[in-house]
């Protein structure tokens, strides 16, 4: 078995396609070489900043020979369709065809073995194939090459069982040497195998895996900050992003000057992570620390300090800007800005982002009555505020700030702590790792802004499809789904959506659609399956409580839902499914085959049997018991009066024989059957349960 190794060095690659690139190298290399019929063991790629490189093991140096056998015609057939059969089959003679019986007649048959090829031989073709079908974001043109790629690629590194493969890549050097780092390594080395490649790139100062730079970065960070007795502020995503800049990482730390210390330290943050890629520190209290981790990509003579000293002149340089916008932000009240919100569009059917907060002050007004402890007053004014900080200037030059920025303006406006902190909230949650707010002023403007983008899209047709959702729809669905449960809220979601599109039909700038209410209970329940699945409950009990029709009060429905399953989880519960099952299945058999309906109460004097007359007051008593239950919403309570009726059921099936001679009772025990099933169903449809 031989090694395929392939390594593509190019300038630098953005780092937010690297990992991409990787997966789609190697997911394109494994179809084109199973396609080919060559079987491996092991396949992999990785990246960084100036590679992608892919490792296949365990090839065969040639393929498996083939034979594929064809059935021409009947023997005696027309000499016209034999010979078409010979030209198709590639042979020349009828006597290379052998004749069999078939049962049918005898027929000429063809054996055509083809031998494999040399792996060797096959794979230039199948490489170059696969490197031109790499999907990138964005490609360009570069001299040696006639195709496109990301960066200039500069040469390939291309082996298969130690030698090198003839890969051709136009202009693009193929052999087997490489380089290492751009700066902490000279010259070329020759390569022979991935162990060898592995190792002499290593003692070249490039760490190829990417989960080994991340590991190494984040160690590096922790350890770099707890020499100043501070913590490294978690930040993945920059982690990520910097594995993506650096082969050889080295961290630094350096200090943020006193001056800009008393600017909010979300806007210090943010322009040292989205300018600059620095990494904040905290105390021990968790307050931001004055100094930054910056991670480069260079082992320095003098330890750094030429890299940290110009790293803190630049970050001085961008936080005198961040200064400038802070200042003259607060120059301004936050209410002066609105009018300047209806220079901005929201979307062309639904107006401008001044229609939008006109739409979200009356649905957070008509919120706050379900809220307990929701000052009106607040809540208005909160809403009317959410969308001020997107004209200021800290906004326009850092959008992840808005909302934060606006609490902060909000509070030196004067403006009451609740209406500023439901201003920083009202965006919130943004995934599923990000806080609820539970303030209820906060509470009520961030369901109120949710559900009018929810309730404006969908009225106008622009709905999630597949994988595409450019407004972020389910996001907003399950941050509503999240804020309810979370804070337990008891709102009617159809009555809610209904206001939403009464008030924003009632203006001239929405664009008149549908009322999308129905629709979107439907979106919700899918989105709450998707939410509740990873908690570990069961989907097809949330589809069972929805299908009743009229359920729009999530926590009700949530606690419905978790009786059900613990009811389904005892025997009573699982052997009554089981019963459930047999009478909804014997009623639709027989109704479909009579042409009848058996929906009809049962005649109390065709109950023959013992066992039926019991299991009739059984059910009428469970009904009656179920239906108070439920209209308390007792949950359990309900459930252990379904529980109640399986000794009586399970006497029923082993007494009684439904489809009997006497057409009469036959007809009554059906009317029982399906009483089970709708007694049943009051509860949930059991129909929907898996299992």
């Known amino acids: ?123 230039p073709d199948i490489l170059r194939d696969v490197i031109l079908a790499v999907p990138w974001p964005k490609s360009m043109r570069f001299p040696a090459a006639r195709f496109r790629w990301v960066r200039p690629m500069t040469s390939a590194l291309c082996l298969f069982d130690g030698k090198v493969l003839p890969l051709d890549l136009d202009g693009v050097p193929v052999g087997k040497v490489t380089q290492g780092h751009r700066f902490l390594s000279s010259g070329t080395f020759e390569v022979h195998a991935f162990a060898d490649y592995g190792a002499k790139l290593r003692r070249a100062h490039v760490m190829l895996r990417r989960d080994d730079r991340r590991q190494a970065i984040a160690r590096a960070l922790a350890e770099k900050a707890a020499e100043a007795q501070l913590i490294v502020k978690d930040d993945p995503a920059l982690l990520e992003e910097v594995t993506g800049l650096v082969e050889w990482p080295v961290v630094l730390m350096g200090a943020i000057d006193p001056a800009f210390l008393d600017l909010p330290p979300e806007v210090l943050t943010t322009s040292m992570r989205a300018n600059q890629k620095y990494f904040a520190c905290l105390d021990r209290g968790g307050k931001l620390a004055a100094r930054f981790l910056v991670v480069a990509n260079m082992i320095a003579d003098d330890g750094g300090s030429a890299i940290i000293a110009g790293n803190e002149r630049v970050l001085r340089a961008r936080l005198a800007d961040a200064r400038f916008f802070w200042e003259q932000d607060l120059k301004v009240k936050l209410a002066a800005r609105l009018p300047k919100l209806a220079e901005r569009v929201f979307h062309a059917k639904l107006g401008s982002v001044l229609d939008k907060v006109g739409r979200v002050e009356r649905l957070a007004d008509g919120l706050a009555a379900h809220l307990r402890d929701a000052d009106p007053k607040k809540v208005r004014r909160a809403a009317e505020l959410a969308k001020a900080d997107l004209s200021t200037s800290m906004v326009g030059e850092f959008p992840e700030l808005q909302g934060i920025v606006g609490r902060y303006y909000a509070l030196a406006s004067g403006e009451a702590a609740e209406i500023a902190d439901a201003i920083a909230e009202h965006y919130s949650p943004l995934g599923p790792g990000d806080r609820c707010p539970s303030a209820p002023v906060s509470v009520a403007v961030a369901l109120a802004d949710k559900i009018d983008t929810l309730v404006g899209f969908f009225s106008i047709g622009e709905k999630p499809t597949g994988s595409k959702d450019p407004f972020a729809l389910r996001r907003s669905a399950l941050g509503v789904i999240r804020i309810i449960l979370e804070n337990r809220l008891r709102l009617k979601l159809r009555r809610i959506f209904a206001l939403a599109f009464g008030i924003g039909t009632e203006g001239e700038t929405w664009a008149k659609g549908s009322d999308p209410g129905a629709e979107l209970l439907d979106f919700f329940a899918d989105r709450l399956k998707a939410h509740l699945r990873e908690q570990g409950v069961r989907h097809d009990l949330v589809a069972a409580v929805f299908a009743l029709g009229g359920e729009d009060d999530l926590v009700r429905l949530l606690a419905r839902v978790a009786a059900l399953d613990a009811f389904l989880r005892s025997d009573d519960g699982a052997n009554l499914l089981t019963a459930y099952r047999r009478a909804a299945n014997i009623v639709r058999i027989e109704e479909k085959k009579d042409g009848a309906s058996y929906a009809e109460p049962p005649d109390p004097k065709l109950l023959a049997e013992p066992a039926e007359a019991i299991l009739a007051a059984e059910l009428e008593s469970a009904a009656a018991r179920s239906g108070t239950a439920l209209e308390r919403e007792n949950f359990a309570e309900a459930m252990a009066a379904l529980a109640a009726l399986r000794g009586s059921v399970d006497e029923f099936f082993a007494r009684v024989t439904v489809n009997c001679e006497d057409r009469s009772l036959r007809a009554n025990r059906l009317r029982l059957l399906t009483q089970i099933r709708d007694t049943l169903n009051r509860v949930a449809d059991f129909s929907q349960i898996e299992g």
Do not use: N, W
Not at 18 to 45: C, P
Not at 83 to 100: I, N, P
């Open 1 to 123: 078995m031989a090694e395929l190794l392939l390594e593509l060095l190019t300038e630098e690659i953005p780092a937010r396609m690297q990992a991409r690139a990787a997966e789609d190298l190697a997911m394109l290399a494994t179809d084109k070489l199973e396609a080919a019929g060559l079987a491996f063991s092991d396949a992999h790629a990785d990246a960084t900043p100036r590679r992608l490189v892919l490792v296949v093991e365990g090839l065969p140096t040639a393929q498996a020979d083939t034979s594929e056998e064809r059935r021409g015609p009947r023997v005696g057939a027309p000499a016209s369709a034999v010979e078409g059969f010979l030209k198709s089959a590639g042979l020349t003679a009828l006597a290379q065809c052998e004749k069999r019986d078939t049962g049918k007649g005898e027929f000429y048959f063809a054996v055509i073995r083809r031998s494999g090829r040399a792996t060797a031989e096959v794979l």
